[in-house]
């Protein structure tokens, strides 16, 4: 029995969602949900990224929301670019610890750290989906940017792994699990594959199934990914925000 508590991946105003922080709050708690994650677009991503001079402004609306309602548990969130082969993201190291919770994904529409870096992320990985590049080339080269990311910066959660680029699930995973990093299972996008859940599942990694919400109305709709979770056979206490795995990770 899958009853997940926690929607870690929504979206406001603040980057291209439609709601805000409150309306998303609200949303969350006529689910029945205990813990919600404002986790808007990294400072990179070009048009919707969230302003570095939001912060202060989203943290002071979440501290008088959780001040307001005893029964659910707002969180500052981000959802980070990899902006480099290297593992670099688009937090600046002095607002690291700004954020209750960090997750981290690859976007296409991003500012890259460098023009080596736009060539082979970014360039690449196009040319990859026409077939002009080796393919397994770039997965590894996909998989070792995200890896050494999770190593170097405090990431809870890689969103929808697989969904932008090619990347090596497996080699992903162990690592992930090695270091406690969830792995989304996106209602969304519908990534994680079952494929890839039960290759992760294999090399012990943990997942959240979020919902990626960018409308109130899709805060806690998790329908996609619970299926997901269930074709692919992974156990409640393997998804960081179910009830069966509150208090374990």
């Known amino acids: 029995m899958y009853k997940l508590i ?3 991946h929504t979206h406001t105003i603040y980057s291209h969602g439609e709601g805000t922080i409150l309306e998303n709050v609200e949303a969350a708690r006529k689910k029945g949900l205990k813990k ?3 986790a808007d677009h990294g400072f990179n991503h070009i048009g919707i990224g969230m302003k570095i001079s ?10 008088k929301i959780n001040e307001t309602f005893t029964d659910i548990e707002v969180l500052l969130g981000i959802e980070a670019n990899l902006i480099s082969l290297t593992g670099e993201i688009d937090i600046p190291e002095k607002i690291l610890s700004e954020f209750d919770i960090i997750l981290m994904g690859f976007h296409k529409a991003v500012k890259p750290a460098s023009l080596r870096d736009a060539w082979n992320l970014f360039i690449k990985n196009g040319l990859d989906k026409l077939g002009l590049v080796n393919s397994e080339t770039m997965r590894q080269i996909n ?6 990311a999770i190593e170097k910066y405090p990431i809870k959660i890689l969103t929808h792994p ?14 992930a699990a090695e270091l406690g990093v969830a792995l989304e299972i996106n209602a969304s996008h519908g990534f994680m594959t079952e494929e890839y ?9 943990v997942f959240a199934i979020n919902s990626d919400a960018h409308s109130p109305d899709q805060v806690g709709d998790f329908q996609r990914g619970l299926q997901i979770a269930k074709n692919a056979g992974v156990p409640p206490s393997r998804i960081i925000n179910t009830e069966a795995a509150a208090g374990l990770h």
Do not use: W
């Open 143 to 148: 998989t070792m940017a995200l890896i050494r």
């Open 54 to 63: 939001d912060i202060v402004r989203i943290r002071k609306e979440i501290k």
């Open 197 to 205: 859940v039960r290759i992760a599942l294999e090399e012990g990694a």
């Open 36 to 38: 919600i994650a404002i």
């Open 162 to 175: 697989g969904a932008k680029i090619d990347i090596d699930t497996r080699m992903l995973a162990k690592k």
């Open 6 to 8: 926690a929607d870690y």
